[in-house]
């Protein structure tokens, strides 16, 4: 059995999903629970059922807002002497940034981006993708503890079963230290549409969209999934969309890990632009389209009664 | 200004990857080599500080193997004015590499005022170097970096998070910085600047030069293997009203619990 | 023997091939389209130090060699074969400098082309005298202290955007290619020089074309390039270098038709399968790769002795025709794997074939190319 600290990232009043679904991988481990901020009491209460033992709010000045020194030298100070064998975090943002620092302060070995692991015996070892995930390879770390790792968020999947633990809560006072690079201040992003591509979701439209102002109800199904619209040839040389949005051999080259494609009939030049997507939804009324050969799901239905419905389900799960 | 910028060479972007035979890596034998595109960015910026402040040097450094030394010779090309090689397998892990390039700054003489890298390298991805190796030469760093302003040693950098929001981070010199795509437009190696490059010093150390060992190695990589085939797709039928809403759930569930991109 | 590229060759290749893929290709269709000088891409070109290769480093060139310059023509035609001839053609029209012209006229002809990006226009062909370039009517006569030159050219690359004529005029026409003068005009500093409209073309549609008429043109004595007469053997010079260069873009617009093919074969499903796995189809790849490496071998062997400074008359020969005809070939057949796509202005291909067709053309036919091989063979032995 291993000593394992997890480190949480407080959002709102819970803490990022990726904890979860982390502390659903490590039963039969010692398992800790530690965020910089007040772990909210839900979170803590849910954390406890998914087997922390103890659960720590990091707390001290200059802390409030992430800064990879300020918060690795908190946890640097936190981890102290205390034993842990390893301190696992989602590679969110934040846990990509400040995991390598904090191993760094530990002269310790970090895996990065893993997307499945065991612990056999109290033994780390974990799964990753390299080269862009054309490549899997086992990860192990040796050298001095703790060791870290960063865990994909959404590959382990929520824990499915429960491993209920006491889930003592604990307040820690930590020194943030000499903080040399700070915030200054955090811009918004939301309004501002990623490129289609570099768009991590695309929602695009074709030639049955019929009109450029039906796009209307692309648009709303790409804000509430966080999706840049794109659009077919078809639906560009018809002047339903500007050139700026075609996907295709003629337009752009995407490879997003979501692309839903709604009235595309999928011709090869389309397809050659977005075939690298990840995963391909494909909704359309002729179920021989040349779009299904592609899709991971097909819809064989209306898009102008399934993206609504898409829309309303997606915001009733992401709400 | 003692400008250093960390490169990488990996595989072209194109390359197919297959695991080598017993599993340990991946076939090198036919691999073109190029410089890690996000280094390219760093390459970029530290030029153009460069040229904006007189009697600064931009001092490339990689670590790897010496069949190919294409990311070097295209940061001369560039215009960086020397370059910094250890010699090295093609498997280090982040510490090693971020040790080496430690050693290697060392061994210059020249303390550093910038220090730049990619944030992350396309082959392994594991987007540790830079953070590794700012805490070994104890200066701040920041990351995934597509904002640079710099006033005398005050610099003002954008850092991107989720949903493309930006931490704006103040930071005096010394500085690591990761960059990111978009924080300029690379340059392309001029003809004359790749003639020019022929001349420019290139060190060359081993890992024991710079003080790396295997002792040094702290994550070890096995069992390479292709990721398995895409299974073939699902499709539902949706025309009837009645199915709609029952397949559109089950769809958004699958895209949550089954492809994960939700 | 090695036939390995150098580190510099090799970095040459990758810089200017980058260039051809995010430069120039994204532009290729919409120039051609639209007949669109590539000015802006050229100006991109040379400040990378892409145009001009020719120039030597004493006149402020880069200093590449002939297997250099072969290399970057490639790219670049890999690229567009029309925005590369734009580029080419300035070449075309220094090499006569490069070759004929003493120290003085060098440096006040060449290295300008190092400071700006200028144009250069290369004047030989006639309305009348094509292939039959030694029968040229253009005439250049004593005019006391200076030159007066009369006639008319057609096919005359960057005409409309020329900074500097090199022309090819005869004393007297009854001299035959004795008679021949190389000579330089600058626009500039010339009145009646007339311009004519561009023409339009099959092919190439972004390089400029047009006839370019001379009026009694007064030129200096100073630029005539050698001595009077002496511009057929200037002449004969600067094709055994520009031979292989225009060979070169053949292969350059032949791997560009063979890239596009084999990914295309291996992502158009037919009859449930790639149609790269059809015997019909492997047969046109694999004939395309075996003439783009043979033709690639011969343009670097003729530039090759060119560096060594053996004669290359028959290698050049060897090189255009192999290398044109092979494009032709090849770019038909890229038309052929991509089937009714190949034939629509949505894909790539159907434009490549329409400039391979110019290649078989200009800088001498794919016949003459092999007349001057028959009479390399027949006048040794």
Redesign the interface.
Known sequence: MSKVLVFAEVQGDDVKSVAYEILGKLSGQSVDVAAIGSIPAAAAEKLAKHGAENIHSIKGDKLEQ????GW?NALKNFIGDKGYDYVLAGS???G??LL??L???F???????VVNFTFDGGTFAGTR???????????????PKPHFVTVRP??L?MPTSEDAKAGATNEATVDAGT????????????S?K?DLT?AN?IVSGGRAMKNAENFKILNELADV??ATVGAS?AAVDSGYAPHAMQVG??GKTVSP??YIACGISGA??H??GMRTS????AIN?D?DAPI?T?????????LF??VP??TK??KA??G | MNIFVCVKQVPDTETKVTPNGDGSFIETSSIKWIMNPYDEFAVEQALQVKAANADSTVTVLRVGGVKDTEALRTALAMGADDAVLVESADNLDSYMIAKALKGAIDKTGKKPDLVFAGKQAIDDDCLQVPQLLAQMLDIPSVSVVVGFEMNGSKLMLKREIEGGSLEVYEVETPVLIAANKGLNTPRYASLPGIMKAKKKPMAQHSLADVGVSDSDRRVKYSQFTLPPEKPAGKKFEAMEEGARAGVVKEVVGLLRNEAKVI | MNFEYSTEQAEIKATTMKFAREVMMPKASEYDQSATFPKDIIEKAWELGFLNTCIPAEYGGVGFSAVDSMIITESLAYGCMGMNTAIMANDLALLPIVIGANDEQKKKFLTPFTEKPLIASFCLTEPGNGSDAAGLKTTVKDGGDHWVVNGEKMWITNAGFADLFVVYATLDPSLKHKGICAIVIDPKESTGIEIGKPEEKMGHKCSDTRGVRFNNVKVPKANMLGAPGEGWKIAMKTLDHSRPMVASSAVGGAQCAYDHSAKYASERQQFGRPISQFQAIQFMVAEMAMKIEAARLLVTKSAWLVDQKLPNTQLASFAKAFAADACMQITTDAVQIYGGYGYSKEYPVEKLMRDAKLIQIYEGTSQIQRLVIAKEIFSRS
Request: charged share 25%; aromatic share 6%.
């Open positions: 992430y800064t990879p020194e690795s969110t943002a934040t990509k940034d390598p620092r191993a760094g302060s002269d310790a070995g970090m895996a990065s981006e993708p390299l080269f862009a995930g054309k490549c899997l390879a086992k990860v192990e770390i040796t050298g959404n590959a999947g903080i040399r690079a700070f915030v200054k201040e955090i811009v918004k992003g939301a501002e990623l570099e979701i999934v966080g040839r051999q003629t890990s979501l090869i030049q397809l050659a990840k995963v391909i939804v009324t179920p299904f592609k899709a991971d799901y097909g819809i064989v239905g209306d009664e399934i419905l898409m389900e997606f799960l992401l």
